[in-house]
T-cell receptor, first 116, second 113 residues
Framework: EAQVTQNPRYLITVTGKKLTVTCSQN?????MSWYRQDPGLGLRQIYY???????DKGDVPEGYKVSRKEKRNFPLILESPSPNQTSLYFC???????????????FGSGTRLTVV | AQTVTQSQPEMSVQEAETVTLSCTYD???????LFWYKQPPSRQMILVIR??????QNATENRFSVNFQKAAKSFSLKISDSQLGDAAMYFC??????????FGKGTMLLVSP
């Protein structure tokens, strides 16, 4: 089944304790992205990657890191989480190139992160 | 930068009735796609319908249809014969070329029996 797999689904952590949210897709998509969703703010892009070893900042990158060492994986790293990073996080993927614009994205199931 | 605006934070509809969710966007591009996503309480993001800017005909998927007004930069979603399972958060989104999918802030749809 074509899918984007995110783990964990729920995570509660303490301020300052480094964490990683994993994301993997099995569709051979070039484009991958991380969003955070907050009430009243919709989905805002954190980072995206056009392909292996190519990443760029989205609208709200502060406090996050990403890496794209393999095409299928795009982990989100919070080096020193703070309470304002409490949010619902989504990983998504898409093909790129001509004709990909109409695809939209395939989304993972989301990670509910609470930082206390 | 492209922006997507959903001016209705919340809408209500009764079962079997029709409801329209509004979306406007701002862009200088001529070729782009617009999308409506549904997010039920399970929080899964589900693609409901998409529209290419070059196509004049409005997209339709079963009970879901859009009213696309390119000159007005408006892209509303009409849900006919509403069902309890339609209750969800709905997001309007925009994409041009290889760029980011830009979302509105969402409209919560409540469906009453």
């Amino acid at each position: 089944e074509a899918q984007v797999t995110q783990n964990p689904r729920y995570l509660i952590t303490v301020t300052g304790k480094k964490l990683t949210v994993t994301c993997s897709q099995n569709m051979n998509h070039e484009y991958m992205s991380w969003y955070r969703q907050d009430p009243g703010l919709g989905l805002r892009q954190i980072y995206y990657s056009m392909n292996v070893e190519v990443t760029d900042k989205g609208d709200v990158p502060e406090g996050y890191k990403v890496s794209r060492k393999e095409k299928r994986n795009f982990p989100l790293i919070l080096e020193s989480p703070s309470p304002n990073q409490t949010s619902l996080y989504f990983c998504a993927s898409s093909p790129s190139g001509r004709g990909a614009t109409n695809y939209g994205y395939t989304f993972g199931s989301g990670t509910r992160l609470t930082v206390v | 930068a492209q922006t997507v605006t959903q001016s209705q934070p919340e809408m209500s509809v009764q079962e079997a009735e029709t409801v329209t969710l509004s979306c406007t966007y701002d862009t200088s591009e001529s070729d782009y796609y617009l999308f409506w996503y549904k997010q039920p309480p399970s929080r899964q993001m589900i693609l409901v319908i998409r529209q290419e800017a070059y196509k004049q005909q409005n997209a339709t998927e079963n009970r879901f249809s859009v009213n696309f007004q390119k000159a007005a930069k408006s892209f509303s979603l009409k849900i006919s014969d509403s069902q309890l399972g339609d209750a969800a958060m709905y997001f309007c989104a925009y994409r041009a070329g290889y760029s980011t999918l830009t979302f509105g802030k969402g409209t919560m749809l409540l469906v009453s029996p």
